[in-house]
């Protein structure tokens, strides 16, 4: 008998996805599935698809499934996790469902603490609906609702969630990762994987962000989409772990440091300090 070194994991169906070629909405799928198969949790893990690109992903994760409407997959996940604790909930979400239209729930979700995993990709842009501004659409680029450029000084900036969450004093794990080159893949699937076991272990909120392509709505081939992400998308949204449960509370520093030569004269400022570190301190 031949030895079986590589197989598609039991995480997914044998369906074939929908996705446009070199998209990594499919790359995330991937790891997912291995992660539900290395953690021995698929067979009790409930998973919500969202709307958007990924709005079939029930078809593709062999998990219990459920359909949320746009941007509510994490009330459902509440409602989930809260009748069968002994489960495991987590929610896959675009960055039009969970950054725009979901943006309150996801934001009450990760406040109260509730014990699921949020996978959230980030492509920049509306990819389903074909390519409008998404919260996370970076300054200058374009897309169908943008064809100058999104302009920050009209429409504000891109919204960082990793880092938006991570300010919340409710403990949680808030990480950001890349889909773009095997390195920040593996990466990747570490940032998954512990996020789970916080699940597993009761801790915690854990809340993985995916920096992904959308070679179609980009307009360009996927490995040009791939340098694009590395180039623009991760010195916006920088990679790493925003928060973890051992870091303890968040803490508010606040300083008046802005020079006096500044236009506005001094200003009092606010910074977030870990106890042990100042990983998210950007004031
Ligand atoms: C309440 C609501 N508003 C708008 C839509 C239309 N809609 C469906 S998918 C989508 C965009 C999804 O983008 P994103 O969540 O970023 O997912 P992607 O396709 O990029 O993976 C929109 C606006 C909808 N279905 N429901
Ligand atoms: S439109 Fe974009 S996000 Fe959607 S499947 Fe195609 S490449 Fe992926
Ligand atoms: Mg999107």
Request: hydrophobic fraction near 35%; aromatic fraction near 8%; glycine fraction near 10%.
């Amino acid at each position: 008998m031949p030895e079986i070194i590589f197989k598609k994991p039991d995480g997914l169906t044998d369906k074939p996805t929908h996705y446009c070629p070199g998209c990594t909405h499919g790359v995330a799928h991937r790891i997912v599935g291995e992660v539900l198969d290395e953690l021995g949790i698929r067979l009790r893990t409930v998973g919500i698809a969202p709307v958007g690109c990924s709005v079939l992903a029930y078809e593709y994760f062999n998990c219990d499934m459920m359909e949320a409407a746009h941007g509510r997959a994490p009330a459902m996940a509440t409602g989930a996790k809260r009748v069968c604790p002994n489960s495991i909930v987590y929610t896959y979400q675009g960055d039009g469902d969970l950054a725009s239209i979901g943006g309150n729930e996801i934001f009450h979700a990760a406040n109260r603490g509730e014990k699921i995993t949020v996978i959230f990709i980030n492509n920049a842009i509306y990819g389903m609906t074909g390519g409008q501004m998404a919260p996370t659409t970076l300054p200058n680029q374009v897309t169908t609702t943008t064809p100058f450029g999104r302009d920050a000084d009209d429409i504000g900036f891109p919204v960082r969630m990793a880092e938006t969450l991570a300010t919340q004093s409710t403990p949680g794990y808030i990480a950001r990762a890349a889909l773009a080159k095997p390195k920040y893949i593996i990466d990747a699937k570490k940032k998954i994987k512990k996020a789970f076991q916080y699940q597993i272990d009761n801790v915690c909120f854990s809340f993985v962000e995916l920096l992904s392509t959308c070679p179609t709505n980009w307009g360009m081939p996927p490995k040009k989409a791939t340098d694009w992400l590395v180039e623009n998308m991760i010195p916006y949204f920088p990679l790493g772990e925003f928060k973890t449960p051992e870091d303890g509370p968040v803490k508010i520093s606040t300083v008046t440091d802005r020079p006096s030569e500044h236009p506005k004269g001094p200003s009092v400022r606010f910074g977030l300090v870990h106890p042990k570190d100042s990983r998210i301190g950007l004031i």
